[in-house]
C-alpha cells in the first residue's frame, strides 16, 4: 500500500494514524518532498474524475490563472498542472494493489477495511 500525501496536510496525518493504530504496513509518500511519478498520475487520472482528483478549495488551486482552471478538461494538460503543483492533488490518495482510494472518508476506511 501507498499513501501519497503531505506532511502537514490533516487528512493525511489522521490516516496514517489509523493506519499504523490499525497495524497496517504502507509507504508513504509527500507529493511535494518527493514528487509523483508520471505514470502513476496519468494512472489517477485515467481511473478517477479530474474534479474529484483536483483540491478546487487549496490556496494553490485559487492561485492558479483562468487558463491554467481550465487545463484540468485535458488530461495531458491536467498531468502537466499536478506535476507542476502536486499540492493540487486532493489527499490523500491510497494505492492498493490495483485500487485508488482518494481522501480519508468512511467509504475510503471500509474499503481498506478499518
Known amino acids: 500500500m501507498k499513501v501519497y ?3 502537514n496536510c490533516d487528512a493525511c496525518r489522521k490516516a496514517m494514524k489509523e493506519l499504523d493504530a490499525a497495524g497496517v504496513s504502507y509507504e508513504y509518500v509527500d507529493v511535494r518532498a518527493d514528487g509523483v511519478p508520471a505514470a502513476t498520475l496519468a494512472n489517477w487520472i485515467e481511473n478517477l474524475e479530474a474534479d ?4 478546487r478549495r487549496s490556496t494553490t488551486w485559487r492561485n492558479l490563472t483562468e487558463a491554467e482552471k481550465a487545463a484540468i478538461d485535458d488530461d495531458a494538460s491536467l498531468q ?6 502536486p499540492t ?3 489527499r490523500p490518495v491510497i494505492e ?3 485500487d485508488i482510494h482518494l481522501g480519508w472518508t468512511a467509504q475510503t476506511k471500509s474499503a481498506l477495511g478499518l
Open 80 to 85: 502537466k498542472l499536478l506535476q507542476e503543483h
Open 96 to 98: 492498493q494493489g490495483t
Open 52 to 55: 474529484k482528483l483536483v483540491n
Open 5 to 7: 500525501g503531505l506532511k
Open 88 to 90: 493540487l492533488i486532493k
